[in-house]
């Protein structure tokens, strides 16, 4: 901005070429509310992180909570008679058991859906396909969970023989299929950001279609499929309502894929609506919230140093 | 399904001052606010009452609240509400208490009857379940992790395995019946715990291989209930409305309403509406057992 026109008696020429403070003005307006939606996410998640900490904090000095309980005991007895117990050990692990399956059927399948949209695929076919993909993603999660609990639950007792159809197998389905538009929209987009260069250099030295993809496309293009995959997780980790109607919401280590299980998520979902605030139970269901910050820290924090890693490279 | 209490109370802050200021316009205000608190088990029909009595008699307006059978006892001896719901009798040094505070004796209605039935897939061969069986599948430590375990060929099951459907852990259903059927004793690792009557008899339905439990009245042709037995030898009792009302089957229990004194005016005329048909309507209407026709004075 000049400032030699303010000081001295301006000419009426060069007084034309101040901006008007209107136009200043809402340059800087914008400029913080800019600024502001940048900070705002740090501020949202510090401020939400400081909520659920101070919620559970005085339990971890109550004499009834143990953290070793806590994270290695299966026993979850919030509103026992006998003796109340707080395990979340057996979540844990229904949890992971749910999201693994998920990303193991999600992942191979959004990938190989995003190679064949971005790479083989004609123009209006893929137009069609990216909608229904788009359609997809745009379920609401409860009408997943509606399917799991109706269509899911009978087809795995008729064709697996499945003692009861809600269970890790039944949620894991439910959670691949929701986790997959998201894949492969990221996906695609990691793709599609592949110089045509690459692709055109190695066409050129010999390579067959499937050699391009293999060798050429899929090194250049590991750091967005690798988001991809993590924002999958990220979905199937955090998902409740479909999980809390199709894993059958038992406390229990799952034996195998047909066992049902109990996720951290729809524990907090099914029992925060009816516990006293302020009681040790609700305190103890925020303490699950912590544990789930720190589980979705720990798989970003591996995420971005597994990145690094292949950067290094 | 029970609504979450918490949304219950906020969404009564929201309501009651504008259904009060609605009706000022109109009626000059509410003449008569009769309090009722208590039992958590029985808010739903206390409140579907209330709502119901609103029609009824519109200038008298009543107040439900939860919190549980002790809270609302406790409130009726302070005398803060004029009726406290309860799904159990009222000890002796409650009455005591009762009659140093206030000086009359409670008065104790039957308002009803909550009996749970226990559910099996229409395939299943089972009989009878003694409530020693019963606590052997649910119970924590539990024997009975099979049907072979009961004598039960459960052939519609192959993996033999019982699959436990409860309720989750905040519903009145769940701590009745780990009072009767368990006493008092944790549920076993592992039990489904679902997240309403109608849900649980809806798997069960779909499992051959489930046991659960529920409000009688949520019986539906792909299921069956058992007829339980209160010891090995004697008579298994199938759940039935008149079964539940003589108390030979054993997982029943009255639904008492308690007034401070005989109760008058407003109080009384809600009370005899509540015993009347169309407040027992609601009664069965909410899933619990209503009483028999013509034993409303019983009741009392």
Known sequence: MTTGASGAPAAPGRARFRRPPLSVWTERLIETVVIASGVSAVVFVAVILFFVVREAAPVFVSEHFSLREFLFSIEWYPTSLVKVRYGVAAMIVGTLAVTTLAMALAVP??????????????????????????????????VWGFLGLTVVNRLLILLFGASVGLNVLNA?????????PIVVSIGEDALKAVPDAHREAALAMGATRWQVVYRVLLPAARHGLLAAALLGVGRAV?????????????????GGLLDPVRTLTANIAAEMGEVSQGSEHYQVLFAIGVLLFAITFLVNLTADLVVRGVRGK | MRVPRRFVTAALAVVLPLAVLSCGGRRHGVATVLLDRGSDTMINVAQAWAEAYARVAPEVSVEVAGGGSGVGIAALIEGTVQMANSSRPMKPAERD????????????????????????????????????????????????????????????????????????????????????ALRNRDFKLGTLELNGSKEVVELVGHTPCAIGYSGMGYATPAVKMVPLARAAGAVAVAPSPRATLDRSYPIARPLYVFVAGEPEGETRRYLDWMLSPPGQAIVAAVGYVPLPAGHTEAGR
């Open chain 1, 238 to 254: 955090g998902e409740t309502m479909a999980v809390l109607m199709a894993t059958g919401h038992a406390v229990q280590i799952p």
């Open chain 1, 172 to 180: 894991g389905l439910l959670l691949a299929l929701m986790s997959v």
């Open chain 1, 109 to 142: 399948f959004g990938i190989g859906a995003a190679i064949y949209l971005s790479e083989f695929c004609g123009p209006r076919l893929r137009e069609t396909l990216k909608i229904v993909i788009e359609l997809l993603a745009a379920i609401p999660s409860v």
């Open chain 2, 97 to 180: 208490r009762l009659r140093a505070a206030r000086g009359v004796d409670p008065v104790q209605i039957v308002a009803g009857y909550d009996a749970l039935a226990v559910f099996v897939h229409r395939d299943n061969p089972v009989a009878s379940l003694t409530l020693a069986q019963l606590e052997a599948v649910y119970a924590e430590h539990g024997a009975a992790e099979r049907w072979s375990d009961l004598g039960i060929r459960n052939t519609a099951c192959p993996r033999d395995t019982i699959i436990r459907i409860s309720r989750q852990s905040s519903s009145g259903t769940y701590d009745f019946f780990r009072e009767v």
